[in-house]
């Protein structure tokens, strides 16, 4: 049979018999079915469904990153680590629930952790600076405040009631008292 019309092909391959639509013709005419079998409505849905969970959990975790990220640009005492990271975005979860979180979820989870554990890891002399820095601002803003109350006599008085005039007067005699009696008292001579 080697003399045979077409017998050469016989060794050459063809890339339709590998083809899955043609197979599965040969399978049909045959009486085999398919050889996929076809997912019913019910396995789409649940394909669909699962693929949809699956983009929303990637989309989630790409806006975990942004926010996160921004919390950190005005959290310079944390220190950058993947460990730090992960608490935050664990704290975050178990919170609000597995989803995406903004930056206010973070500043929650930060305080929580700060607070009632010692997890996270913290750079000292950032935290240090930070506190100056604070303080610093909280003597600045109270002595601007004590000097917006003080009693001065230069200041234009017919705006104010009387009231407030009195109650002006009332503090500074008060602090005047207090440091006289932080020196020993009045000097009467």
């Known amino acids: 049979m080697s003399n045979a019309v077409g017998s050469y092909?016989?060794?050459?391959?063809?890339?339709a018999d590998a083809d899955e639509f043609n197979q599965n013709i040969r399978r049909t005419h045959d009486g085999l079915g398919p050889v996929t079998p076809r997912s019913t409505a019910e396995q789409i849905k649940s394909d669909y469904e699962e693929l949809v969970a699956y983009d929303q959990a990637?989309?989630?975790g790409l806006e975990n990153i942004m926010s996160l990220n921004a919390?950190?640009?005005?959290?310079?005492?944390?220190?950058d680590t993947k460990a730090n990271g992960q608490?935050?975005?664990?704290?975050a979860n178990t919170m609000f629930g597995k989803r995406a979180h903004t930056v206010e979820h973070f500043a929650q989870a930060y305080e929580y952790l700060r607070t009632?554990?010692?997890?996270?890891r913290i750079?000292?002399?950032?935290?240090?600076?930070?506190?100056?820095?604070?303080a610093k601002q909280h003597f600045e803003a109270e002595t601007a405040r004590t000097a917006q109350r003080a009693f001065n006599p230069?200041?234009?008085?017919?705006?104010?009631?009387?009231?407030e005039i009195r109650q002006r007067a009332?503090?500074?005699?008060?602090?005047e008292m207090q440091v006289a009696g932080n020196r020993g008292g009045y000097d009467i001579g």
């Open 87 to 91: 608490l935050l975005l664990n704290q």
């Open 58 to 60: 990637r989309l989630d």
């Open 9 to 15: 092909l016989r060794h050459v391959p063809n890339a």
């Open 123 to 134: 750079d000292k002399t950032v935290e240090a600076a930070q506190r100056k820095q604070a």
């Open 154 to 163: 230069n200041v234009d008085y017919d705006s104010m009631s009387l009231e």
């Open 116 to 120: 009632e554990t010692d997890f996270l």
């Open 170 to 175: 009332a503090e500074t005699l008060q602090e």
């Open 71 to 79: 919390f950190a640009m005005g959290h310079k005492e944390i220190c």
